[in-house]
């Protein structure tokens, strides 16, 4: 009892050292131990004098002793603390209270991923810091994209994320009258009919020259406008906006504004052909939709003068506009693009495989939405392209998860560990080393299993302290290792190991995602299985349950049979 009880209280004070640059204090320490301990009360003064011991002992000793015994002995305490603090967001300019309205644009063309998260959030704030609104629309005027799917998985995705949006809408919903700014704009000689074909117009846009439909009059281009809901084909007539052949900024040089698709739209079927591009679409949206600040990432910035152009043509009234950088993590884009084709050829086994950063694979690896948010905040409204640290997002998901994390041993390559001589039957663990989420209670008869690789080295005659439970001696090193008790005195030197009693273990996989892409190239090896022992009580935790295996790391309970890695 007592060396258990110097044992915690050595490793509060180990975690708390850490923490203060090498120093601990019996303050903080008794407070602590008396804060997971209630039984310990009652027995303050008893405590004390082994505490103070015990602090000089480690104030005595320098960081990296203390990092070094901390992470040997105590390895479940340790906590590494995220090194950005949350950042905030910078104030928004010309953001008046109350009148604030932000947009959350997504293409229903794929699954929502951390790149969205980012620019949800991002739009979700503003709108909260200035009492506004946040406005979700689905950016839905591609009918060969969309489908019913993903619009449901966005909604889901923000939903588990806590981005609360004040209204939805649909870009298609307002056909009729982005139709009628097509007509306004070709009435008032801003737009034309081209039918020159798809080569002509990219040739031209390159080289700054006009083609002879820019010329054509207005009878022309209604007529053909017209044609455009009827006769034309796909792709042998789109609008164009009148913009300047010769601007440098190519996106200028006569963009079009509509194009002739011919797909069955999931939620208008083919009630319509004639689809708005993105920048004509997101202008008048957002014109419409009463935002008041736009954000989008910095790819786009250059579309900006055409996003002002056309409501300027169309007398309409003008958001501001902002951009921030694309998120994207080293070996793992953030794209659907990239990720889409990655789950239609079967290299990755859906959406949710946990190696993707779509939210539903972040869900399953067991990153929860508040260290998501917190990360996104972390970065703050840059438009530098730097990669993000993924293990920027692990500190800040450690450090909510930890505290409801269940404590449980697990081996690999299992080892079989016969004991001698010990007449302990039975043994309480505590769920957690400091919080209070229960215990259980392990029969233990003698026969263990071990990891491989934490006795490949021992030899008879070695001693070392089974987790919790007592130390032993090796006695013989066979298939199996046998070994007798050899007391219960917690003895910093010896090697501290976690076990599995032989009838209390289950089988489970692991999955250990890796990173994706190594050299822009899809990694064959990014998705590691090993196969564990653990705990029969992981069969009763919920799925979805943070562990943290010991001398391992935190898993999220997959199912009975697997669990993923989330991290360190
Ligand atoms: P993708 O390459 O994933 O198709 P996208 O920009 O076409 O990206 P949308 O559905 O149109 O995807 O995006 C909706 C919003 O999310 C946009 O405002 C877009 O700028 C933002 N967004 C998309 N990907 C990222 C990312 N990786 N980082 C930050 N914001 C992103
Ligand atoms: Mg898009």
Redesign the pocket.
């Known amino acids: 009892m007592d060396d258990d009880l110097r044992k915690a209280i050595r490793g509060i004070a180990l975690q708390n050292a850490s923490e203060h640059e090498g120093k601990t204090r019996n303050e903080t320490v008794i407070s602590k131990i008396l804060g997971a301990r209630p039984d310990l009360r009652s027995k303050t003064k008893e405590i004390i004098p082994i505490i103070s011991e015990v602090v000089t002992e480690i104030n005595r000793l320098s960081v990296a002793e203390q990092k070094s015994e901390l992470e040997s002995n105590f390895p479940e305490l340790l906590v590494t603390k995220p090194k950005q603090e949350r950042v905030g967001l910078p104030p928004l300019e010309g953001a008046e209270n109350g009148k604030v309205v932000t947009r ?4 229903p063309n ?1 699954y929502p ?1 951390i ?2 998260a ?2 949800a959030i991002i739009d979700e704030e503003y709108a909260k810091m200035y009492n506004g609104k946040l406005i979700l629309r689905f ?1 839905d005027t591609n009918p060969e994209n969309e489908r019913l799917e993903y619009y449901a998985a966005i909604k889901v995705g923000l939903d588990w994320l806590g981005v609360k949006y004040d209204r939805v809408k649909n870009t298609s919903d307002d056909m009729e009258l982005i139709h009628k700014k097509g007509i306004q704009m070709i009435e008032s000689n801003h737009a034309y009919v081209c039918t020159c074909n798809q080569e002509t117009i990219s040739n031209n846009r390159r080289e700054m020259k006009p083609c002879k439909c820019r010329s054509g009059n207005l009878d022309q281009n209604t007529k053909r406008w017209h044609d455009m809901f009827e006769k034309y084909n796909p792709g042998e007539a789109i609008v164009r906006f009148r913009g300047n052949m010769e601007s440098d900024n190519t996106v200028m040089r006569d963009p079009a504004l509509f194009r002739i698709i011919e797909g069955s739209h999931p939620l208008l079927m083919e009630k319509y052909r004639v689809w708005p591009n993105y920048d004509f679409a997101v202008a008048i949206e957002d014109s419409i939709d009463g935002v008041t600040h736009a ?3 910095k790819e786009y910035e250059l579309r900006n003068e055409l996003y002002y152009a056309i409501l300027d043509r169309l007398e309409m009234r003008k958001p501001k506009m902002f951009e921030f950088s ?3 993590f080293e070996g793992m884009p ?4 990239v990720l889409k084709p990655l789950v239609e050829e079967g290299q990755v086994s859906g959406y949710d495989d946990p190696r993707l950063p779509t939210l539903e694979a972040m869900r399953r690896r067991g990153i929860v939405p508040e260290a998501i948010r917190k990360f996104v905040l972390s970065l703050g409204f840059t438009k530098s392209d730097t990669l993000a640290p993924f293990d920027t997002l692990e500190s800040f998901n450690r450090k909510i998860i930890d505290g409801i994390s269940i404590r449980l041993f697990m081996v690999t390559e299992p080892v079989k560990l016969v004991v001698k001589n010990s007449n302990v039957t039975s043994v309480e663990l505590a769920n957690h080393p400091q919080k209070d989420i229960g215990k259980r209670r392990v029969e233990v008869d003698g026969v263990f299993y071990v990891s491989g690789n934490d006795v490949k080295d021992l030899q008879v005659g070695d001693q070392l302290r089974l987790i919790e439970l007592y130390n032993v001696k090796i006695t013989k090193i066979g298939s199996d290792i046998e070994t007798e008790y050899s007391g219960n005195d917690f003895k910093t030197e010896l090697p501290k190991i976690q076990w599995i009693t032989q009838k209390d273990s289950t089988k489970i996989n692991i999955l250990i995602p890796k990173t994706l892409f190594v050299n822009e190239k899809f990694n064959e090896n990014s998705l590691e299985t090993i196969q564990a022992f653990t705990e029969k009580h992981y069969l009763e935790l919920n799925e979805g349950a943070e562990i943290q295996f010991i001398r391992f790391g935190y898993c999220r309970k997959d199912s009975a049979i697997q669990a993923i890695y989330t991290h360190k």
């Open positions: 959350f644009p997504p293409e794929g991923h790149g969205h980012k620019a950016d954000f989008r990432t694309r998120l994207e953030v794209s659907k693009r």
